[in-house]
């Protein structure tokens, strides 16, 4: 079992930068890989970003690519999404979540979620 805890969301202008984390339980985190989505309203949820259990490999949207930058801290069962140039159609819930070994990095077949949080861009 694994609970995850998204924080760091809010209300930030266009332009503008956020870091989200996500806190996870268990001593095995550093076995999962780890990844970051979002579902605006009225919209189907979509992969942001992902990352590899040591790091060592990082998957990006198109629509984030040279903006957004995950990572994760193992000591910590910490991983994080720096999230900068934020555009209005960024708003969404991010999510964080969690797979030892999903289909696809970017798939959204991940066995493990957290509750969301809200991210506004304000233009």
């Known amino acids: 079992q694994m609970q995850l805890v998204e924080s760091g969301g809010g209300l930030v202008q266009a332009g503008g930068s956020l870091r989200l984390s996500c806190a996870a339980s268990g001593r095995t985190f550093r076995t999962y890989v780890m990844g970051w989505f979002r579902q605006a309203p009225g919209k189907e949820r979509e992969f942001v970003a992902s990352?590899?259990?040591?790091?060592?490999?990082?998957y990006y949207a198109d629509s984030v690519k040279g903006r957004f930058t995950i990572s994760r801290d193992n000591a910590k069962n910490t991983v994080y999404l720096q999230m900068n140039s934020l555009k209005p159609e960024d708003t969404a819930v991010y999510y964080c979540a969690a797979d030892i070994r999903p289909p696809r990095m970017t798939s959204l077949e991940y066995h493990y979620w957290g509750q969301g949080t809200q991210v506004t861009v304000s233009s």
């Open positions: 990352i590899t259990y040591d790091g060592g490999s990082k």
